[in-house]
């Protein structure tokens, strides 16, 4: 695990290099090197978990000295794939140096075969190219600025923007204003882009002017089981979570859980800790305010049950105001997701007594966890007109639930791309223009370049192909970003079982309905939670890890003074006026914290950023 930093005909100091020392504060290294007419410089700082010798050590140069690696990340089937370079003499036991050789030998199209998270950037001196890959679920996050001849690539923003100052792309903040994220490969910035997950980008060096190539590496249809009974989906299921769990506790140092009070982290820590002897530490965050959302009691009970040791912390709004900024600089772009403040605490919890932690992320995607999906399957009831009616029933009888309006207001949409973008929306179209003075135009083409990719077209019904696409956009550019970039900044690595590449193939290869149904969701899951869980646990209220923004975010207090503030950065991009009325309508009882954390997030970014 480590930062990387690399560059084509543009030098770099160890300044920039430091800027990535959190996420690699155990060693640094550099390579430089004239290939083709290009001069390449790699560097990397590196968080040694495995391998903790100078055996792990990068960047990574093949004994034959053709091929050199910076790689961030975590291979977990890296000694299955080892089986298969026996002739290759190792020098240590790290996956960097695995995947070095592996590549070599078998090519970069054999990237599918790497069961892990990683972005990693590989230089091949004799073809005269170099190839930068990010995982297929985005786990890992890979940014690059490509100017004619030049290039920079890096583990976060901050490294590039030293180097290259850019500006604001308002095309861009209207689409994050419509998703709550920034969509792969599009980041605020005009010229600084993330590559796609699951994607690789090819730079030849031969010529002068850089060659850039994008395609996809991780996107093979999908095979049905036949017609399998549930239970035998549950055993299978449970077999190949197992075993991901197994595989993700690959460290040569102290493993933790981050542990809510929900079934996803307890199914994790229950298969964790059935490997280990003494108690794995699990870590909770809770708020000091009373408040719906907590989950330290839940997760405390958990803990107890499992044979843990409990560690938790609490946040309060004092908290939330003192640290907003810093998480906003340390994520790089800006969310609607509030559940960032929660994790930063957690994070720095966890970052005392451990390296690593696993958590139960990414399981509300693969198997039909979320609200909105059974909105989906509500669809085809609908008759059209009832449908189109949808907005308008919200508006008649008064539907104060931002989740419900959403819905209602997707059901007037028969083509699926249509729908699920209303169904994401934060801000809808209109109120984007009013906002910025901007319409919002690029969401629909980005939600199409995955519903083709995915052949989602060819899949049975609209709610897989909704759960397909969440799992490598919305997943990869809010979630799964936020988490690494916090958990990065405190040198913790976090790791996602539920995410392992043959359990999410052997989840999306079963019917939709062993996933969800009308008023149930993650139906296999639930069902092996009832063999190894106990029966409290199960039957807990889903809380999500969020945090009682509604509640801090209600009267006129230190947010309106934020936001309302005249002759501030955020005031040169937006109404204020307009965003008063986003103010004036939680007031009124109309839920909208994520939509006034997305604007207090792009007032701190604007301000360190811009």
Same mark, same amino acid.
């Given at each position: 695990?480590?930062?990387?930093?690399?560059?084509? %005909?543009?030098?770099?100091?160890?300044?920039?290099?430091?800027?990535?020392?959190?996420?690699?504060?155990?060693?640094?290294?550099?390579?430089?090197?004239?290939?083709?007419?290009?001069?390449?410089?790699?560097?990397?700082?590196?968080?040694?978990?495995?391998?903790?010798?100078?055996?792990?050590?990068?960047?990574?140069?093949?004994?034959?000295?053709?091929?050199?690696?910076?790689?961030?990340?975590?291979?977990?089937?890296?000694?299955?794939?080892?089986?298969?370079?026996?002739?290759?003499?190792?020098?240590?036991?790290?996956?960097?140096?695995?995947?070095?050789?592996?590549?070599?030998?078998?090519?970069?199209?054999?990237?599918?075969?790497?069961?892990?998270?990683?972005?990693?950037?590989?230089?091949?001196?004799?073809?005269?190219?170099?190839?930068?890959?990010?995982?297929?679920?985005?786990?890992?996050?890979?940014?690059?600025?490509?100017?004619?001849?030049?290039?920079?690539?890096?583990?976060? &923003?901050?490294?590039?923007?030293?180097?290259?100052?850019?500006?604001?792309?308002?095309? %861009?903040?209207?689409?994050?204003?419509?998703?709550?994220?920034?969509?792969?490969?599009?980041?605020?910035?005009? %010229?600084?882009?993330?590559?796609?997950?699951?994607?690789?980008?090819?730079?030849?060096?031969?010529?002068?002017?850089?060659?850039?190539?994008?395609?996809?590496?991780?996107?093979?249809?999908?095979?049905?089981?036949?017609?399998?009974?549930?239970?035998?989906?549950?055993?299978?299921?449970?077999?190949?979570?197992?075993?991901?769990?197994?595989?993700?506790?690959?460290?040569?140092?102290?493993?933790?859980?981050?542990?809510?009070?929900?079934?996803?982290?307890?199914?994790?820590?229950?298969?964790?800790?059935?490997?280990?002897?003494?108690?794995?530490?699990?870590?909770?965050?809770?708020?000091?305010?009373?408040?719906?959302?907590?989950?330290?009691?839940?997760?405390?009970?958990?803990?107890?049950?499992?044979?843990?040791?409990?560690?938790?912390?609490?946040?309060?709004?004092?908290?939330?105001?003192?640290?907003?900024?810093?998480?906003?600089?340390?994520?790089?772009?800006?969310?609607?997701?509030?559940? &960032?403040?929660?994790?930063?605490?957690?994070?720095?919890?966890?970052?005392?007594?451990?390296?690593?932690?696993?958590?139960?992320?990414?399981?509300?995607?693969?198997?039909?966890?979320?609200?909105?999906?059974?909105?989906?399957?509500?669809?085809?009831?609908?008759?059209?007109?009832?449908?189109?009616?949808?907005?308008?029933?919200?508006?008649?009888?008064?539907?104060?639930?931002?989740?419900?309006?959403?819905?209602?207001?997707?059901?007037?949409?028969?083509?699926?791309?249509?729908?699920?973008?209303?169904?994401?929306?934060?801000?809808?179209?209109?109120?984007?223009?009013?906002?910025?003075?901007?319409?919002?135009?690029?969401?629909?083409?980005?939600?199409?370049?995955?519903?083709?990719?995915?052949?989602?077209?060819?899949?049975?019904?609209?709610?897989?192909? @909704?759960?397909?696409?969440?799992?490598?956009?919305?997943?990869?550019?809010?979630?799964?970003?936020?988490?690494?970039?916090?958990? @990065?900044?405190?040198?913790?690595?976090?790791?996602?079982? @539920?995410?392992?590449?043959?359990?999410?193939?052997?989840?999306?290869?079963?019917?939709?309905?062993?996933?969800?149904?009308?008023?149930?969701?993650?139906?296999?899951?639930?069902?092996?939670?009832?063999?190894?869980?106990?029966?409290?646990?199960?039957?807990?209220?889903?809380?999500?890890?969020?945090?009682?923004?509604?509640?801090?975010?209600?009267?006129?207090?230190?947010?309106?003074?934020?936001?309302?503030?005249?002759?501030?950065?955020?005031?040169?991009?937006?109404?204020?006026?307009?965003?008063?009325?986003?103010?004036?309508?939680?007031?009124?009882?109309?839920?909208?914290?994520?939509?006034?954390?997305?604007?207090?997030?792009?007032?701190?970014?604007?301000?360190?950023?811009?």
């Amino acid at each position: 695990m480590c930062g990387i930093l690399g560059s084509v %005909n543009f030098p770099f100091s160890g300044k920039s290099l430091n800027l990535l020392a959190h996420r690699g504060p155990d060693d640094q290294g550099s390579y430089e090197d004239t290939v083709g007419r290009h001069r390449i410089c790699l560097a990397q700082t590196r968080l040694a978990i495995v391998d903790l010798s100078a055996t792990g050590h990068q960047p990574m140069v093949s004994v034959c000295g053709r091929y050199v690696i910076i790689f961030n990340g975590e291979i977990y089937n890296h000694l299955e794939l080892r089986e298969k370079l026996r002739e290759i003499h190792f020098r240590g036991h790290s996956d960097t140096e695995t995947i070095l050789y592996y590549i070599a030998k078998y090519g970069l199209h054999r990237v599918n075969d790497l069961n892990g998270i990683f972005a990693f950037a590989f230089l091949d001196k004799e073809r005269e190219a170099i190839f930068l890959c990010r995982d297929p679920f985005g786990v890992k996050p890979l940014y690059y600025w490509r100017k004619a001849e030049k290039l920079i690539f890096a583990s976060e &923003i901050r490294p590039l923007q030293q180097l290259v100052r850019d500006t604001v792309e308002t095309d %861009n903040l209207a689409t994050l204003l419509c998703l709550r994220y920034s969509p792969s490969p599009d980041t605020l910035f005009k %010229n600084i882009h993330k590559v796609r997950p699951g994607h690789v980008i090819s730079i030849e060096l031969a010529k002068s002017d850089l060659g850039l190539a994008v395609s996809p590496f991780a996107f093979t249809p999908q095979s049905s089981v036949t017609s399998p009974t549930l239970a035998d989906a549950v055993d299978r299921y449970g077999h190949l979570l197992q075993q991901a769990i197994r595989r993700q506790l690959m460290s040569d140092v102290e493993v933790g859980i981050l542990l809510s009070g929900g079934i996803d982290s307890a199914l994790v820590a229950k298969f964790a800790q059935m490997d280990h002897s003494r108690p794995m530490k699990a870590f909770t965050v809770g708020f000091k305010e009373q408040d719906e959302s907590d989950e330290i009691s839940d997760a405390q009970d958990t803990a107890t049950t499992l044979g843990l040791d409990s560690i938790v912390t609490r946040v309060g709004f004092t908290d939330f105001l003192e640290i907003i900024h810093s998480c906003i600089t340390i994520v790089e772009e800006p969310l609607a997701t509030t559940s &960032i403040i929660p994790m930063y605490y957690l994070a720095k919890l966890a970052a005392r007594d451990v390296k690593v932690v696993l958590s139960g992320q990414g399981a509300d995607e693969s198997l039909g966890g979320y609200g909105r999906y059974q909105g989906e399957l509500f669809h085809r009831f609908f008759p059209p007109l009832l449908a189109a009616s949808g907005q308008h029933i919200a508006d008649l009888f008064g539907f104060k639930n931002e989740q419900v309006r959403r819905g209602l207001s997707a059901l007037q949409h028969s083509d699926d791309i249509s729908r699920f973008l209303s169904a994401y929306s934060v801000f809808q179209e209109d109120k984007i223009e009013k906002l910025i003075g901007y319409r919002e135009t690029k969401s629909q083409k980005k939600l199409q370049y995955f519903y083709d990719l995915l052949a989602c077209a060819s899949m049975k019904t609209s709610v897989e192909r @909704m759960m397909a696409i969440d799992l490598r956009m919305n997943l990869a550019d809010d979630l799964l970003l936020y988490t690494d970039k916090v958990t @990065m900044h405190f040198s913790l690595e976090c790791r996602v079982p @539920m995410l392992d590449l043959e359990l999410v193939k052997y989840i999306q290869s079963l019917p939709a309905h062993f996933r969800v149904k009308i008023a149930k969701s993650k139906i296999v899951h639930r069902e092996l939670a009832k063999r190894v869980l106990l029966e409290a646990i199960i039957k807990r209220k889903k809380k999500g890890f969020q945090s009682p923004t509604r509640k801090w975010f209600g009267g006129h207090g230190p947010v309106w003074e934020i936001l309302l503030a005249k002759g501030s950065k955020f005031a040169s991009y937006f109404n204020l006026s307009e965003v008063k009325k986003v103010l004036l309508t939680h007031e009124q009882g109309v839920n909208q914290e994520r939509q006034i954390f997305l604007l207090l997030s792009l007032c701190y970014w604007l301000e360190e950023f811009a």
